[in-house]
């Protein structure tokens, strides 16, 4: 079951750097903040301590919504990468 956001909690939220847009059921992360992340979680950093000094504690959020952001960012870097390395664009050409 997903961790419905109270107006009171998205309010909060939108007022972040790291947050581009908010919704109850959702939030979508700008794209500086994805990069930053992605940068310390490479560097060993741990994705809560990450989200935490952006504003984005894991008891407001829920740790599972900051697993699954990290794993989905993780994987689309993965593929990017590989891309790049076996000479193909981000949309397979």
């Given at each position: 079951m997903r961790r419905k956001l109270d107006q009171k909690t998205q309010d909060a939220l939108r007022k972040l750097d790291a947050v581009e847009s908010v919704t109850e059921t959702r939030i979508q992360y700008s794209e500086g903040f994805r990069k930053t992340a992605l940068e310390r979680d490479r560097r060993g950093d741990s994705p809560a301590v990450i989200f935490r000094e952006a504003g984005l504690d894991s008891a407001v959020i829920g740790y599972k919504r900051i697993e699954r952001?990290?794993?989905?960012?993780?994987a689309?870097?993965?593929?990017?990468?590989?891309g790049k390395e076996n000479g193909t664009m981000e949309d397979g050409r």
């Open positions: 952001c990290m794993s989905r960012w993780r689309r870097d993965r593929e990017t990468r590989e």
